[in-house]
C-alpha cells in the first residue's frame, strides 16, 4: 500500500473573496512562535511545500486566499492563524477574519456564546485581532472584527500615472500596508470589467512608492516595505454606487490578484487615512464596496492609541460570508505539477 496523504478544507467566500481554511491538524513543531510558523510557510520545506500545493492550480487558483490555523503562543489567544496567497504570507487578512470567525461559529471550532455574540481572540503576525461573530437558533449572521491599531505611514507621495499623469498617494497600515490612490477617471470604473487596468496601474504605483518611501512598523520589527517578506496592497478608490456607502475600491494585492471583497484590512488602512485626512471622525460608521459592488463592509474607528510614539486608530470591519464547500485532498511528494504552480 502506498503511503498517502489527505487533508481537509473548508471554502468561504466574503462578498465574492474565497478562503480556504486550513485546520490546526497541520504539524506545525512545536514550541515555536507564530512569526517562525509563518517563515516555515514562507520557506522551501515541507510547510511550504503544503502552502503551494492547496493554494495554487491545480487545486487552487491565482485568486484563492488561504488561512492556516494554529495552536496560539498562549492561553490569552483562542487560536493562532496565518494568512497567505499561494505565493506570499500577510500579516493580517480582514475578508478571511469575517469567514473564519463565521465558520468557527457554524462547525462548532469555539463555543458558541449564550446570548449569540461570541468573540474569538485570533493571534496574527500583526497581533491580536478579536472577531465578534452573531448568530442565533438558525444561523450565523455576521463577523465585526476589532483589527490591529491602523496609522498613516506617509501622505501625498507623488507617483505617475499614462494618461493620468501625476496623482497623490497616502500609504496607510490597516493589518497590511496599503498605498491609497484617489481615482478621478470617470472613463475607468471599478468593476470586474476592468480588473486588468487596474492590476496594472497598481503594479505602476508599487513600483514607484517603493522607489521613494521606506517604511518601518512602530512596533512589529519584522513588518517593513520594501521587504521580500511585507507586501504593499494598492486601494483605487471613487464615489460609492450606493447612497449609503462611503466609497467604492479594488485592492491590487503584489501578485497582481485582484481582492473582490471591499477589504478587511484595506478598509481599516482606508478609516485611518481618511481619519487623518479630516473626512470621518472617531465614532462615525462608514460603509465600503468591493470589486464586486455585490455588498459592503461596515467600518467604523473606535478610538485613538499609540504604537510606539505613532498615533493610530482602533479600526472594526464588519461584514458577512458563506462556506461554500468543503474538500478532501489527497498530496502525493512524487506529483511535481500537484505541488502547485503558477501562471502569470
Known amino acids: 500500500m502506498l503511503k498517502a496523504r489527505f487533508i481537509d478544507v473548508t471554502y468561504t467566500h466574503t462578498e465574492g473573496m474565497e478562503t480556504c481554511i486550513i485546520p490546526p491538524g497541520v504539524h506545525f513543531p512545536g514550541n515555536t512562535t507564530l512569526l517562525e510558523k509563518r517563515r516555515m510557510l ?12 492547496l493554494l495554487n492550480e491545480p487545486r487552487g487558483h491565482v485568486a484563492m486566499y488561504g488561512g492556516f490555523l494554529s495552536p496560539p503562543s498562549n492561553d490569552s489567544y483562542d487560536a493562532g492563524i496565518i494568512w497567505s496567497d499561494g505565493v506570499m504570507c500577510n500579516d493580517m487578512c480582514g475578508h478571511g477574519t469575517i469567514a473564519l470567525g463565521m465558520a468557527m ?36 449572521l455576521w463577523t465585526r472584527l476589532e483589527n490591529v491599531p491602523a496609522y498613516v505611514a506617509a501622505q501625498d507621495v507623488t507617483v ?29 470604473r471599478v468593476c470586474p470589467e476592468n480588473g486588468k487596468q487596474f492590476r496594472e496601474l497598481g503594479a505602476l504605483v508599487r513600483e ?11 512596533t512589529k520589527s519584522h513588518i517593513s516595505y520594501p521587504s521580500a517578506t511585507t507586501d504593499l496592497l494598492v486601494t483605487f478608490w471613487h464615489e460609492p454606487d450606493r447612497s449609503t456607502s462611503f466609497y ?6 503584489g ?36 470589486l464586486l459592488g455585490s455588498g459592503v463592509f461596515e467600518g467604523c474607528l473606535l ?42
Open 42 to 53: 514562507e520557506g522551501d520545506g515541507e510547510l511550504a511545500w503544503l502552502k503551494t500545493s
Open 105 to 140: 461559529v457554524s462547525m462548532g471550532m469555539v463555543p458558541e456564546a449564550e446570548d449569540g455574540h461570541t468573540f474569538i481572540r485570533l493571534e496574527t503576525t500583526a497581533g491580536l485581532v478579536v472577531a465578534e461573530v452573531c448568530s442565533n437558533e438558525h444561523a450565523v
Open 160 to 188: 505617475t500615472l499614462p494618461g493620468v499623469g501625476e496623482v497623490k498617494v497616502d500609504v496607510a497600515f490597516g493589518g497590511n500596508y496599503f498605498a491609497t490612490v484617489r481615482w478621478e477617471d470617470s472613463n475607468l
Open 208 to 218: 514607484q512608492v517603493a522607489e521613494k518611501v521606506s517604511i518601518q512598523h512602530p
Open 248 to 253: 467604492r475600491n479594488v485592492h491590487v494585492l
Open 255 to 290: 501578485n497582481g490578484l485582484l481582492d473582490r471583497s471591499p477589504g478587511g484590512t484595506g478598509t481599516s488602512a482606508m478609516l485611518a487615512m481618511l481619519e487623518a485626512r479630516g473626512q470621518i471622525k472617531i465614532g462615525e460608521t462608514i460603509q465600503s464596496e468591493g
Open 303 to 344: 478610538r485613538e492609541t499609540k504604537l510606539g510614539d505613532v498615533r493610530a486608530v482602533v479600526p472594526t470591519v464588519k461584514g458577512t460570508a458563506n462556506i461554500i464547500g468543503y474538500a478532501k485532498w489527497l498530496l502525493d511528494r512524487s506529483d511535481p505539477v500537484g505541488q502547485g504552480f503558477v501562471v502569470t
